[in-house]
């Protein structure tokens, strides 16, 4: 009598299991996809749910390109019953049989499904063969100019698209990684090749490769993403494959392609021992130029004399060039002014050719005879794997003392003037002194004379100019209780404002340095500025800083200057205002 009842028990409790268990089912459209198709996956949970299904260990297998969600209600026979689905569009990332793992939906698991991935494709839907065989009408390839290169030297990948079908927005794409660096190299170049009696056109494309550091390292590789048509058409391309036409495909039903090329592989090697200097530069070949402006020997004191040096190296980037003014050096007596370098590369054959150019003014500060060193620049030859040496040799000059009645040329730098001029004022004085002849005390007399007559002149014209000064500006308190003087040195600084924009519509740095000083001395008269690095301080702009360094540099080298974005820094005049605190937030111009 009770196994009559056990038996129906035993049953129903089997099927509230499966029924439990079958709560989230999960199936494919296909069991077998050809290489870089799509599979759709569609998850169903039974009831409703506000959740989504943790589609987190599908990642490890696929590239998730889409997913979308909805719900079915039915009433049938007076019971209402639902259905949440979710629809997930897969991309394979490599061939082989692959597993679908089980997912997780609030609560519930989906069961496990194989996929195969690769061979002819084509596989059967509902007991209808597909006919597309995407692995023969598209696919890629890449290989690498080499797989040990030394750290931080170019590699060259070249991949390969190859195609027998329209390809509708097409892209490829590289990723860089922490431990990889990518760039591409040139243009895409187009052809056509028969493989396997088959008609394809390819597109090349290079990529350069920095590896960061040594040791094995594997970098995802290349990814194309294209829309195709979905029937066998066999319409002729047109275009480029990867322009992104709003049109194609549009008479036609498309379906997603995504291939992933192989993973690329690099055994890194590291710097050699060998490999000394301050710079690791691994390339196949190495140039140092130079070139003077003016090309002589012989110049005076104040004189600029500019070297540009010009570094190239076939197989780096400019940017990984190290900044040149770094790499030589001037004996005391010459102070070297670096102008910002410019890096470029372009492609050059089955590599890149990178190149640093930079501008570095000299300027003597007293006369002699002076030797530049040589410049020399270990650099590593990745194709002999050797040392090598690029050099400039070393460089004489004499500097002769400034000519009599120069106006100084060479202006030096705001927060080096006292000492320059200490230092010019020596190096004038000692070929005076050295030319003067003492043949007896009588003429001693008279050389005193006539320099204690040209100080007791340069005293009174200081205490004349003093007097006029103090009588144009009144003092601080006087101007604050005066409307009258406040209104007249605000037309004075609109005067000196307005002289300072014609001088930098001129080009004129040394009308545009003095006019900017004026206007300055009328805006803070308690506390002027005292050249144009004070006032870069004061302003407190890091564009306006860049753009008085400019000026600065054409008043005391003599180079060509364009005012344009220095009256583009300061479009207005300020309103006048008091000294601000100590603030030493800016650095000096020229350290």
Known sequence: MKNRYLIPAALIACC??????????????????????????????DGSTGKQPDLGPL?????????????????????????????????????????????DWDGQQSAALELTVGGSGGATREGAEAASDT???????STLDQ?????????????????????YQASMDLQAS???????????????????????????RKYLLFPQRSGKLSLDGPVLNAQVQDTGSNNPMFGNLFSQTPFGGIMDTTRPLRLHAKPVELNVLPRPDSADGAYWLPAQKVKLEETWRPDVTQIHVGEPLTRHLHLEALGLTGEQLPELNTIMSVPD???????????????????????RDQDIALIAMRPGHYE????????????????????????????????????????????????????????QASPIEQSIKIPNTHTWRWVSLALGLLWVGTAAAWWRERQRVQHAQPANHVAKNQPGNVQAASIHAASAFKAFKRACSDNDPHAARQQLLAWASTVWPADTPSGLNALSRRLDDPKLTQALRKLDRACYTGSAWHGEDLALSLPAPLAQTTAPKNKNTLPELYP
């Open 372 to 427: 530049l060193p040589a410049i020399r620049l270990g650099w590593w030859d990745t194709q002999h794997n050797t040392r090598h040496e690029a050099m400039l040799p070393a460089r004489s000059l004499d500097i002769l003392p400034a000519l009599a009645g120069s106006t100084g040329a060479a202006i030096p730098p705001p927060a080096k003037q006292e000492t320059l001029i200490q230092a010019e004022s020596a190096a």
């Open 59 to 103: 990642k490890r297998d696929f590239d998730i390109l889409s997913s979308s969600s909805g719900s079915k209600v039915q009433i049938i026979n007076g019971h209402m019953s639902s259905l949440s689905q979710v629809n997930v569009l897969l991309a394979p990332k490599h061939d082989g049989k692959i597993q679908i793992p089980p997912l």
């Open 135 to 141: 692995s023969q009408h598209v696919f890629l390839t």
């Open 178 to 204: 922490a431990n990889v660096l990518v760039k591409q190299l040139g243009k895409d170049r187009q052809t056509d090749e028969v493989r396997n009696d088959r008609s394809y056109h390819v597109v090349e």
């Open 147 to 167: 797989k040990q290169p030394y750290v931080q030297a170019a590699v060259v990948l070249t991949v390969r698209l190859y195609t027998d079908q329209t390809l």
């Open 16 to 45: 509230i299991s499966l029924s439990a268990w079958a709560a989230v089912t999960a199936s494919v459209e296909r069991s077998r996809v050809a290489s870089g198709e799509t599979v759709q996956l569609l998850l169903q949970h």
């Open 333 to 355: 007596g010459i102070k070297a002014y670096p102008d910002r370098s410019i890096a470029a590369d372009s492609p050059q054959g089955e590599t890149v050719l990178g190149r």
